[in-house]
């Protein structure tokens, strides 16, 4: 396969992974929505039912951290982006930076 045909489909992998770290970041931050207003709506009840209150938040934190972690993920994929390195001419890999 010649070298830009190479470069290319990498680029289109590259784009694919990038495009699915996007789609997963939605599901946590959608959950962290839902459960903060969950908890709003309770702790304006009547008697407020502080453990399901909790429990939200610590849902919250959980979803948190997972939306950290796609991002850390996300940001690992774009320093390994195809273009990011060069070759020198006896074959070596290196950063251009």
Same mark, same amino acid.
């Given at each position: 396969?010649?070298?830009?045909?190479?470069?290319?489909?990498?680029? /289109?992998?590259?784009?694919?992974?990038?495009?699915?770290?996007?789609?997963?970041?939605?599901?946590?931050?959608?959950?962290? /929505?839902?459960?903060?207003?969950?908890?709003?709506?309770?702790?304006?009840?009547?008697?407020?039912?502080?453990?399901? /209150?909790?429990?939200?938040?610590? !849902?919250? /934190?959980?979803?948190?951290? +997972?939306?950290?972690?796609?991002? @850390?993920?996300?940001?690992?994929?774009?320093?390994?982006?195809?273009?990011?390195? +060069? !070759?020198?001419?006896?074959?070596?890999?290196? @950063?251009?930076?």
């Amino acid at each position: 396969m010649p070298q830009t045909e190479l470069a290319s489909a990498n680029r /289109v992998a590259f784009l694919e992974q990038l495009s699915a770290s996007i789609a997963e970041i939605n599901q946590p931050i959608s959950a962290v /929505v839902m459960n903060a207003e969950a908890a709003l709506r309770l702790l304006l009840a009547q008697p407020t039912d502080t453990e399901a /209150v909790r429990r939200l938040l610590a !849902c919250i /934190v959980k979803d948190g951290m +997972r939306t950290g972690d796609i991002v @850390n993920r996300t940001r690992a994929l774009i320093k390994k982006a195809p273009g990011d390195q +060069r !070759c020198d001419p006896r074959g070596h890999r290196r @950063n251009p930076r």
